[in-house]
């Protein structure tokens, strides 16, 4: 490493202008990468509801719907507002009472149950469905509701999955450059506040914009990403890779101390760093990596995309940022200033007089953290996690009110399962709790009107050679008990009469995301911890320090989560499954960093178990203070600023889980090393260097003695 390291040093103005060149094709991917705001779409493929979206876009060539609520329109203004909404590029077809019968023949004359499917009277309010040719995320239907929009005025409603993709897509879009600018300012204030530079934190910042452009750039790669995945990326991986700038940058004023070329302790000090960024990395990617276990694929999705950050972060970490030091050396000189934060040396002794106290506060906030945790609320409706002012949530909305319905299901069965059982399924289904209609050919020929009046495009929107549809009205609410039940009765009802037969909608997909989700945490959590632990054991040869590092920070994490709990407040479901591998994976360095240097007084310096610990909690209280408190202010304001519930929540949840593991391991883990250090001595092996050392000292005094 000493060599690359003095290339680094000396290639410096190549790099630079490399790593800025790099900025040009990075900047040109990031503007062409895809981004998914259905979450949906991340199910695993081979379920049904998935496969049944797949042959409705490849078989019918359609795969979403949405319902507009026109409220004061006469009849004639609603179909020539139809016939406008048909002529939209990718809409198929659009359904209404005009679909059926000539508007001089009065709505009355029609059956009941289609009559009161598309009319309220009452409040003066009418329902047309928009059958799409494509899927409820896909760009062409965004834009096919993008244009429907520009043609209705403020008596349409547009409800639908569709409307509420459209939505968070501009919002997210309109709030992503804030979350950055945010998380900058705040990390700018904490750092220029910690260091001893007003400069140095702008050129960590310089160094860290670069490596997060590399990243947001090669995600093109893999052809998309998730919207919570690009609103969270830059932030998350400014939070988890400051700490290398700091090492670097720590590590380099040492060594200056050693010697007057600077150029030498630079290369000192990028070989020093990189050692310890290793270790650290590791242990945060190993994070990462667990969210790719997962089922629901937006796991896998955050998962390669922070892996990534995290590795071009140590990349920008010993070469952008060392050649930016050594560039700007003279300005550097130039506004050196005392660090306004005080150092920690009363917080050894201070630990160990109460470490008493401390173990007592870990046990008795271990019973209600678990409760807490295990009892939190979690909502899986995405609508859930937006402004109720949003058009598309105003919109379905109106469509709850004025027609008792919040959701569509379609029911795909076989075509050749014959007229009668289709009519007698869709009799049995429209009995079902909360099913407000069931609309197909067989049922809308069955209320009476005659086949030749139903129009080509409709026969086409829901029959083909191989597959029939019926549109099922449902009241519930999507993801909750209720409709999960539905979908599962109206599935059970459906393999009765057809063992191919597939629900697919916004409601048995969001159903399937709960069941999956539940496993992805047990999952997820276990992985995270395993290979943790692993990681703790290989660094530190040891069996004891694995189980006290990963208990301590996992408490942590479990009176994080327990806090909405006792708040009265529910959590987005990803935040569930992310926030304890993210908060492990990037905070057990603090543990690590202590234990470190305890371990160091206690063996090599043949400390007193009191005098290591206090060491040890002496010396890395700063630095963890620092990087607890640089990880906040990156998230904290992103977490207050969103207006999207799935971001806020992820972002307190990360800022509040720094604090709370710093807390946790300044004042809890002293107190564990000190109580179980007989066990940790006899647990674990010295450095396999130190073993060498001993060795050779051995053969040294044999070959003196002889």
């Known amino acids: 490493m000493n060599k690359i390291a003095h290339g680094i040093v000396k290639m410096r103005y190549v790099i630079l202008v490399v790593a800025v060149a790099l900025l040009i094709p990075a900047a040109i991917m990031y503007s062409k990468t895809k981004v998914n705001y259905d979450m949906l779409s991340y199910l695993p493929q081979n379920i049904d509801t998935m496969k049944g979206q797949n042959i409705l876009v490849d078989d019918f060539g359609s795969g979403a719907f949405s319902e507009i609520v026109v409220k004061g329109m006469t009849e004639k203004e609603v179909s020539d507002l139809k016939a406008k909404v048909e ?32 009319n309220n009277p009452d409040k003066d309010a009418t329902m047309m469905f928009i059958i799409y040719d494509d899927t409820s995320s896909s760009d062409n239907t965004i834009q096919a509701v993008r244009d429907i929009r520009k043609i209705c005025d403020n008596r349409c409603f547009i409800a639908g999955m569709t409307p509420v993709v459209v939505d968070t897509q501009d919002l997210a879009d309109k709030e992503a450059p804030i979350y950055v600018m945010l998380a900058v300012v705040l990390a700018l204030v904490v750092l220029m506040l910690s260091m001893d530079s007003f400069i140095v934190p702008i050129l960590f910042l310089v160094s860290i914009g670069m490596a997060i452009m590399y990243n947001l750039g090669t995600n093109m790669i893999f052809g998309s990403i998730s919207y919570v995945t690009k609103a969270l990326a830059a932030v998350l991986q400014l939070g988890v890779t400051l700490d290398y700038s700091i090492f670097l940058w720590h590590s380099y004023e040492e060594e200056l101390e050693k010697c007057d070329d600077r150029s030498d302790a630079m290369a000192k000090a990028i070989s020093a760093t990189f050692s310890s960024v290793i270790g650290s990395s ?117 469509l709850k009110n004025d027609f008792d319905m919040s959701t569509n299901h379609m029911l795909m069965v076989s075509s050749s399962l014959p007229d009668k059982e289709v009519k007698s399924l869709s009799s049995e289904i429209g009995k079902l709790d909360g099913v407000k209609y069931v609309l197909g050919l067989n049922t809308i020929k069955g209320a009476g009107i005659p086949e030749e009046m139903i129009p080509d495009e409709l026969k086409s929107s829901l029959e ?73 054991m290989l660094v530190f040869r040891s069996i004891s320090l694995p189980f006290i590092l990963v208990a301590v920070i996992e408490v942590g994490i479990l009176l994080n989560m327990s806090i909405p709990f006792y708040m009265g407040t529910s959590l987005a479901f990803i935040a569930n ?26 063996r090599e310096n043949g400390k007193s178990k009191y005098e290591a610990v206090r060491i040890a909690d002496f010396t890395s209280s700063k630095s963890i203070f620092v990087s607890a408190l640089s990880f906040f202010a990156a998230t904290f304001g992103v977490g207050l600023y969103s207006t999207i519930d799935m971001i806020s929540s992820l972002c307190i949840l990360m800022a509040r889980g720094a604090i709370i593991s710093m807390i946790v391991v300044i004042f809890v883990l002293p107190a564990f090393l000190y109580v179980f250090d007989p066990i940790i001595l006899k647990t674990t092996l010295p450095p396999r260097g130190a073993q060498m050392a001993k060795v050779k000292a051995k053969i040294a005094e044999k070959k003196q003695s002889n």
């Open 464 to 536: 083909n050679g191989d597959w029939q549809i019926l549109l099922i009205g449902s009241k519930y609410a999507v993801a909750s008990d209720e409709v999960g039940t539905q979908c599962d009765d109206i599935e059970a009802l459906a393999k009765k009469y057809d063992s191919t037969s597939m629900l697919v909608g916004e409601a048995p997909g969001t159903r399937d995301l709960i069941k999956i989700t539940n496993k992805d945490f047990t999952t997820v959590s276990a992985v995270s911890i395993g290979v943790i632990f692993v990681i703790i």
């Open 87 to 118: 002529d939209v590029e990718h809409v198929k077809s659009v359904l209404w009472y005009d679909s059926f019968m000539d508007l001089s023949i009065p709505m009355e004359v029609l059956p009941d149950e289609i009559y009161e499917t598309f």
């Open 577 to 602: 499954i992310v926030i304890g591998t993210v908060q492990l994976g990037s905070t057990v360095d603090y543990a690590i960093l202590m234990t470190t240097r305890y371990l160091r007084e206690r």
């Open 282 to 398: 590791i242990t945060t990617i190993a994070g990462f990596i667990a969210l790719c276990f997962m089922s629901f694929t937006l796991g896998l999705d955050i998962g390669l995309v922070m892996s990534k950050g995290v590795l071009f972060g140590v990349l920008g970490c010993i070469t952008i940022l060392p050649s930016l030091i050594l560039v700007f050396d003279k300005l550097l000189l130039k506004t050196r200033h005392r660090a306004l934060i005080p150092e920690f040396k009363g917080i050894g002794k201070f630990s160990l007089k109460h470490y008493k106290l401390f173990l007592l506060l870990f046990l008795v906030t271990l019973i209600p953290s678990v409760y807490g945790n295990q009892h939190v609320k979690v909502y899986y409706n995405l609508d859930q996690s937006l402004p109720k002012t949003l058009n598309s949530i105003v919109s379905n909305e109106e």
